[in-house]
């Protein structure tokens, strides 16, 4: 069984290690991805980028969510539709604003996504998948990855049965496999059984990266080994806590410090306010700051100030006052 920190094969693309960033939707943007990278992560997958709104030219789909840093190759952009035509369009378009691999989204089970015939949904209508996933990789030229999950419903695997046609019809190069049905969302005990099954069917040719349920370090370790995945995807659990790539790779030891936390945080500041300009990152920002709150262990009351931060300018001076905060028990 390898280690987490060994080099492995995806689509004719070496990568440094076994731990990837998975794809966060309305969350991950070049800076976080870079942010991952930067803690050891091989490979980071962007948050989900519409098909349509590629093809169409929709003006804040190509300026912010095609953004590559150059500091994060090789990454991959995650791409979801349902229509064959319009993703091979906008595979092309990606390929030419400097991904290295495309990912697809099969797995997403956000009813807004799934009504149009994307995400989720396409576990049940499987030809129409194959057709999108071989558009993909036709229309870029890039190798192209599926993520999907289990099934929709309690009990079903339509999720193994589309992935072996993925590969077997599309020539997917690899498939990111998140062993919950959609029902669950991000509930219960994902079926890491049925994830080794497909690592199996698929060989060694073709990696499996699974998901799901990797909220620490322990069930991450535990996942990977028993799945025989050939990496593994962290997801929320390392929002505000980038520290974790660092700790599974052997690189960092312990938790960060209050000073190691909000020097990070400052980073994530000034690059959200390069990304979006101060008002917007101000707002935008409202999300990561409980994820770094919890990281600096502290208490709710003590961080409300940064919780309800009207402006990233406010943010700082909470992260310059910081000292003498007490940190939760």
């Known amino acids: 069984m390898p280690a987490l920190n060994t080099p492995w094969t995806l689509g004719g693309i070496t990568l440094p290690n076994r731990l990837v960033l998975a794809p966060l939707a309305g969350i991950g943007n070049w800076f976080v991805r870079l942010q991952a990278k930067r803690y050891g992560a091989g490979l980071a997958v962007s948050e989900m980028v519409s098909s349509f709104g590629l093809k169409y030219g929709d003006e804040r789909t190509h300026r912010e969510f095609l953004r590559i840093h150059p500091e994060e190759h090789p990454v991959a952009i995650q791409l979801f539709g349902h229509d064959p035509e319009v993703m091979r369009i906008a595979a092309g378009i990606v390929a030419e604003n400097g991904a290295d691999l495309i990912d697809i989204n099969m797995g997403c089970p956000v009813r807004k996504v799934c009504k149009t015939g994307a995400g989720a949904s396409l576990l049940d209508d499987q030809d129409t998948a194959v057709a999108i996933a071989k558009a993909a990789r036709e229309g870029s030229g890039l190798p192209v990855t599926v993520k999907v999950r289990s099934g929709n419903r309690p009990g079903e695997r339509t999720g193994y049965d589309l992935a072996v046609r993925l590969v077997e019809e599309a020539g997917a190069a690899g498939i990111g496999f998140h062993p919950r049905h959609a029902q669950q969302q991000h509930k219960?005990?994902?079926?890491?059984?049925?994830?080794?099954?497909?690592?199996?069917?698929?060989?060694?040719?073709?990696?499996?990266?699974?998901?799901?349920?990797?909220?620490?370090?322990?069930?991450?370790?535990?996942?990977?080994?028993?799945?025989?995945?050939?990496?593994?995807?962290?997801?929320?659990?390392?929002?505000?806590?980038?520290?974790?790539?660092?700790?599974?790779?052997?690189?960092?030891?312990?938790?960060?410090?209050?000073?190691?936390?909000?020097?990070?945080?400052?980073?994530?500041?000034?690059?959200?306010?390069?990304?979006?300009?101060?008002?917007?990152?101000?707002?935008?920002?409202?999300?990561?700051?409980?994820?770094?709150?919890?990281?600096?262990?502290?208490?709710?009351?003590?961080?409300q100030p940064l919780l309800q931060a009207p402006t990233t300018a406010h943010a700082r001076a909470f992260l310059d006052a910081l000292e003498g905060v007490p940190a939760a028990a």
Do not use: C
């Open 188 to 303: 219960g005990t994902p079926d890491y059984a049925l994830a080794a099954e497909l690592v199996e069917r698929l060989g060694e040719e073709t990696p499996v990266v699974i998901s799901g349920g990797l909220s620490d370090d322990e069930n991450t370790l535990k996942a990977f080994e028993s799945s025989g995945a050939a990496a593994a995807m962290l997801a929320r659990g390392s929002l505000g806590n980038p520290w974790r790539f660092a700790r599974l790779l052997g690189h960092y030891d312990g938790d960060p410090t209050q000073n190691e936390v909000a020097d990070e945080l400052r980073w994530v500041i000034a690059q959200a306010e390069d990304h979006l300009g101060g008002e917007r990152a101000g707002r935008y920002l409202r999300k990561f700051y409980p994820w770094y709150a919890e990281t600096l262990g502290l208490h709710r009351r003590a961080a």
